[in-house]
C-alpha cells in the first residue's frame, strides 16, 4: 500500500479478515497466508488482529511467533512490521523490540481531528463536483458490507466495512492527495475503531453510513456536512485508555 497508488481499494482485503478468523483446533490466532504479497498480507494481518483485540497497544509483537501463526517465515513477518513502523503503527524500542503503537484519548483527539479535516473536505468537494449515486457506489457498497459484518457479528469486517466507507468518500472526491493523506492513517483508524468497538449501536452507525450518502447524492453540503459531524464525534466521549485496561484485565 503505497502513497502513490491512490486508486487501490481502501479496505482491509479479504485475505487479511480471514487471515484473524477463528482457526479452530489448530492452536493459531492467524491462519496461513498466501505468498503473493506476503509481506502486504502479514502487516495487514497485524493490523486486523489489533482490531480484534489479539494484540493490544503496547503489546510486544514477536516476529517468530507471528511468523509460526501466519505459516510463513520471519523474513516477511520482518519487513511487514518495519512497513508498519513506518506507518506509525509499530514502534520500535531498543532492547524491547517491537510493539503495538500506543494508545491515549489525547492522541485519539488528535488523529480523529485530522481525520475529520479531511474528511470534510472531501464532503465539499463530492457536493461542488456534483457526484451521483453512481459515484458513491464503492461507499455504497462499504455501507452494505458493513450491515451484513453486523448481522454475522464479525467484529473485524466491521471495523474493515468502516475504514472501507471512509476512505471511500475520501477517493469519491476525486482529490487524489486528499485519498492518499487519509489512506495513510487508514491502519491507525483500524486499531483505533477496533477499540471502539461498541461505544455506539452499530445498526445506528450504518444507518448514518447510508443517510449521509443519501444526502451526498442530493448535493446537499450543509445537511451532508452536519451528519459527518455528528457521526464522528462518538470518540470524544469514548475512554480509549479505560477501553484497553478493561481488555488487559479480561486476559488475566
Same mark, same amino acid.
Given at each position: 500500500?503505497?502513497?502513490?497508488?491512490?486508486?487501490?481499494?481502501?479496505?482491509?482485503?479479504?485475505?487479511?479478515?480471514?487471515?484473524?478468523?477463528?482457526?479452530?483446533?489448530?492452536?493459531?490466532?492467524?491462519?496461513? *497466508?498466501?505468498? =503473493?504479497?506476503?509481506? /502486504?498480507?502479514? @502487516?495487514? &494481518?497485524?493490523?486486523? #488482529?489489533? $482490531?480484534? !483485540?489479539?494484540?493490544?497497544?503496547?503489546?510486544?509483537?514477536?516476529?517468530?511467533?507471528?511468523?509460526?501463526?501466519?505459516?510463513?517465515?520471519?523474513?516477511?513477518?520482518?519487513?511487514?512490521?518495519?512497513?508498519?513502523?513506518?506507518?506509525?503503527?509499530?514502534?520500535?524500542?531498543?532492547?524491547?523490540?517491537?510493539?503495538?503503537?500506543?494508545?491515549?484519548?489525547?492522541?485519539?483527539?488528535?488523529?480523529?481531528?485530522?481525520?475529520?479535516?479531511?474528511?470534510?473536505?472531501?464532503?465539499?468537494?463530492? *457536493?461542488?463536483? =456534483?457526484?451521483?449515486? /453512481?459515484?458513491? @457506489?464503492? &461507499?455504497?457498497?462499504? #455501507?452494505? $458490507?458493513? !450491515?451484513?459484518?453486523?448481522?454475522?457479528?464479525?467484529?473485524?469486517?466491521?471495523?474493515?466495512?468502516?475504514?472501507?466507507?471512509?476512505?471511500?468518500?475520501?477517493?469519491?472526491?476525486?482529490?487524489?492527495?486528499?485519498?492518499?493523506?487519509?489512506?495513510?492513517?487508514?491502519?491507525?483508524?483500524?486499531?483505533?475503531?477496533?477499540?471502539?468497538?461498541?461505544?455506539?449501536?452499530?445498526?445506528?452507525?450504518?444507518?448514518?453510513?447510508?443517510?449521509?450518502?443519501?444526502?451526498?447524492?442530493?448535493?446537499?453540503?450543509?445537511?451532508?456536512?452536519?451528519?459527518?459531524?455528528?457521526?464522528?464525534?462518538?470518540?470524544?466521549?469514548?475512554?480509549?485508555?479505560?477501553?484497553?485496561?478493561?481488555?488487559?484485565?479480561?486476559?488475566?
Amino acid at each position: 500500500m503505497t502513497v502513490a497508488g491512490v486508486a487501490a481499494d481502501v479496505t482491509l482485503p479479504t485475505t487479511a479478515m480471514r487471515a484473524l478468523s477463528p482457526t479452530g483446533d489448530s492452536g493459531r490466532r492467524m491462519a496461513p *497466508v498466501q505468498p =503473493r504479497t506476503m509481506v /502486504e498480507q502479514a @502487516a495487514e &494481518a497485524v493490523v486486523t #488482529a489489533a $482490531a480484534r !483485540g489479539v494484540f493490544l497497544p503496547g503489546d510486544r509483537l514477536v516476529e517468530a511467533e507471528i511468523a509460526r501463526d501466519l505459516g510463513i517465515s520471519r523474513v516477511p513477518v520482518r519487513e511487514a512490521l518495519r512497513l508498519l513502523e513506518s506507518q506509525g503503527i509499530v514502534v520500535s524500542t531498543p532492547y524491547k523490540g517491537m510493539r503495538l503503537m500506543l494508545v491515549t484519548n489525547r492522541g485519539v483527539a488528535d488523529l480523529s481531528r485530522v481525520r475529520a479535516a479531511l474528511e470534510m473536505l472531501a464532503v465539499r468537494d463530492v *457536493v461542488a463536483n =456534483r457526484i451521483d449515486e /453512481e459515484g458513491l @457506489a464503492v &461507499a455504497r457498497q462499504a #455501507a452494505v $458490507a458493513y !450491515g451484513r459484518a453486523i448481522a454475522e457479528q464479525d467484529h473485524a469486517g466491521i471495523v474493515a466495512a468502516d475504514v472501507a466507507f471512509h476512505g471511500a468518500l475520501a477517493q469519491a472526491s476525486g482529490n487524489a492527495v486528499l485519498h492518499a493523506l487519509w489512506h495513510g492513517l487508514s491502519r491507525q483508524l483500524t486499531v483505533v475503531w477496533g477499540l471502539g468497538q461498541g461505544a455506539r449501536a452499530p445498526e445506528l452507525i450504518v444507518g448514518e453510513h447510508h443517510a449521509l450518502l443519501d444526502l451526498l447524492a442530493k448535493g446537499d453540503l450543509a445537511g451532508a456536512q452536519a451528519a459527518l459531524d455528528s457521526h464522528i464525534r462518538w470518540h470524544e466521549t469514548f475512554d480509549f485508555e479505560a477501553a484497553i485496561a478493561a481488555r488487559r484485565q479480561k486476559r488475566r
